[in-house]
């Protein structure tokens, strides 16, 4: 049984910085891609990075050169790291781990709210 267990949110002024992180229990494939995704009120759940177990990484164009994504080495901890923070980047920001064998298995966190407001 994989879990995500998400932590790091909070209320942050515009211009600061907040340090997203994700715990994952349990086992997972050796070929995964693990990412953050958000969902601000009203509007679908997009993809903001992700990071593969070849430490390639990807970055909606709204948040490059902003955000980064990172994990430790034994692929049990995925960090988010967001700088510069709009308030457009307030949402509920959701891990997801994708691990495949034959086929893919998706794992979501319960997500952790960040807010930038002054």
């Known amino acids: 049984q994989v879990q995500l267990v998400e932590s790091g949110g909070g209320l942050v002024q515009p211009g600061g910085s907040l340090r997203l992180s994700c715990a994952v229990s349990g086992s997972i494939f050796s070929a995964y891609v693990m990412g953050w995704y958000r969902q601000a009120p009203g509007k679908q759940r997009e993809a903001v990075a992700s990071?593969?177990?070849?430490?390639?990484?990807r970055y909606a164009d709204s948040v490059k050169d902003r955000f980064t994504i990172s994990k430790d080495n034994a692929g049990n901890t995925v960090f988010l790291q967001m700088n510069s923070l709009k308030p457009e980047d307030t949402a509920v920001y959701y891990c997801?781990?994708?691990?495949?064998?034959?086929?893919?298995?998706?794992?979501w966190g319960q997500g952790t709210q960040v807010t930038v407001s002054s």
């Open positions: 990071i593969t177990n070849g430490d390639n990484t």
């Open positions: 997801n781990v994708a691990t495949r064998l034959a086929s893919w298995y998706i794992y």
